[in-house]
């Protein structure tokens, strides 16, 4: 007798996983690594990348400010 559909489900399987891809890396942690542009009123993150539109966007409609009073340490990319 043979092995049965069991048996060849399960080597079915153990083929599958191994020609699996591996998965996926997760972005989460390089994108907080690269969270350090901080509003220094209320110290939200920022990413590196971040618009100097956006930063004036959150300095005027959340504290009504300047975006200088809020990121000092900003400079604008060259």
Do not use: I, W
């Amino acid at each position: 007798m043979g092995g049965g559909n069991g048996a060849k489900a399960a080597s079915k399987r153990a083929r599958a996983d191994k020609n699996a891809k591996p998965a996926a890396k997760s972005q989460l942690k390089t994108n907080v690594a690269a969270m350090n542009v901080q509003c220094a009123v209320c110290k939200t993150p920022f990413l590196t990348t971040v618009r100097a539109a956006q930063l004036l966007q959150h300095a005027e409609n959340k504290h009504s400010t300047t975006m200088e009073a809020c990121f000092p340490e900003y400079q604008v990319p060259a």
